[in-house]
């Protein structure tokens, strides 16, 4: 059974920086695309990034292009989600989640039922 724990979440002013971390066990996940998603209250689940198994390409909503990014260290069994120019929208418990059912040729996946594992989030707080 794969775990996922996120952390790095907390409160921050508007235009400061994040580093989120999502740490893996039970499981190697250096073969499975991977992703970050956020739900502010009232809100539905929204994709923020996501990352192809080698960590060789990457895609972003609109919404954070250019300010995120989204990396993974296969050693450490760890994704990252960078977050820089932080907005008060940004506001969400944010999650990570994990591809583990069988490999279908794409690269990445921006829905949340395309993936199998989620941690219970990290929350994140933009004051302006």
């Known amino acids: 059974q794969v775990q996922l724990v996120e952390s790095g979440g907390g409160l921050v002013q508007a235009g400061g920086s994040l580093r989120l971390s999502c740490a893996a066990s039970?499981?190697?996940?250096?073969?499975?695309?991977m992703g970050w998603f956020r739900q502010a209250p009232g809100k539905e689940r929204e994709y923020v990034a996501a990352i192809n198994w080698s960590g060789s390409s990457t895609e972003y909503a609109d919404s954070v292009k250019g300010r995120f990014t989204i990396s993974r260290d296969h050693a450490k069994n760890t994704l990252y989600l960078e977050m820089n120019s932080l907005k008060p929208e940004d506001t969400a418990v944010y999650y990570c989640?994990?591809?583990?059912?069988?490999?279908?040729?794409?690269?990445?996946?921006?829905?949340?039922?395309?993936?199998?594992?989620w941690g219970e989030g990290t929350q994140v707080t933009v004051s302006s």
């Open positions: 039970g499981r190697t996940l250096s073969s499975y695309a």
């Open positions: 989640a994990v591809r583990l059912r069988e490999y279908d040729g794409r690269y990445y996946y921006l829905l949340p039922e395309e993936y199998d594992n």
